[in-house]
Every structure is written in C-alpha cells, then in structure tokens.
C-alpha cells in the first residue's frame, strides 16, 4: 500500500502564490505517474495536472496552464504543486494521487489508485 498526505493548503488573496506538497510513504517504489485534482462542493472532482516517473512529462489543464507548474522529487517521494496568479476560482480541495505499475500518465480520476486526504486551499477576492 502506498499513504500519500498532502500539505501547504490555506487561505490567500487572489493573485498570490502557494505550493502545495505531497509526500508518499509505504510501498513507493511501486507509484509511477502523480496528479493532482480538485474538488469544489456539489461538484465531481477535476483533473488539475500530472507528471510522468521522470518528471519530463507533464500535463495541465487548460484552466491552470501557464500558472501551476508541477513537480516531483522521487529521492524526497514528494510531489509538488506550484500555484501562481490565484484566482478565486481556484478555491477547491486539492487531492495528490499516485498510478503504480504503469508508466501511462491519466488524466483522469479513474486512473489513479491512491489517494491522498485533500488539502484546502481558499483564494479570497
């Protein structure tokens, strides 16, 4: 099994900067591809971005391109999420996930087999 435990969520005004971590423990030598999604009450949870074993791929939603940047530290087991330029309606639960055994990178929630806890990140207008 594979715990994943996310941190650095809290309170910023819009236009402000936060990273976001993820930190796996357990059976790690089995996770290949991370993501990260968000969730906003009454609504299913989205893909944000994601990234490859290596780091040299990434993917991101259209939404946050050119804002977020993510990236992992395979010696650390951490996986980052770097969010600039916030926007309110950033305002979601952010989730860190973890694919094992494959080197396919999802972009969807299905995709992945672990999950962290959420972390809330509330960007004030």
């Known amino acids: 099994q594979v715990q994943l435990v996310e941190s650095g969520g809290r309170l910023v005004q819009a236009g402000g900067s936060l990273r976001l971590s993820c930190a796996a423990s357990?059976?790690?030598?089995?996770?290949?591809?991370m993501g990260w999604f968000r969730q906003t009450p009454g609504k299913e949870r989205e893909f944000v971005a994601a990234?490859?074993?290596?780091?040299?791929?990434?993917y991101y939603a259209d939404s946050v391109k050119g804002r977020f940047t993510i990236s992992r530290d395979n010696a650390k087991n951490t996986v980052y999420l770097q969010m600039n330029s916030l926007e309110p309606e950033d305002t979601a639960v952010y989730y860190c996930?973890?694919?094992?055994?494959?080197?396919?990178?999802?972009?969807?929630?299905?995709?992945?087999?672990?999950w962290g806890q959420g972390t809330q990140v509330t960007v004030s207008s």
């Open positions: 357990g059976r790690t030598f089995s996770i290949y591809a």
């Open positions: 996930a973890a694919k094992r055994d494959s080197y396919h990178i999802p972009r969807s929630e299905g995709g992945y087999d672990y």
């Open positions: 990234i490859s074993w290596s780091g040299g791929v990434t």
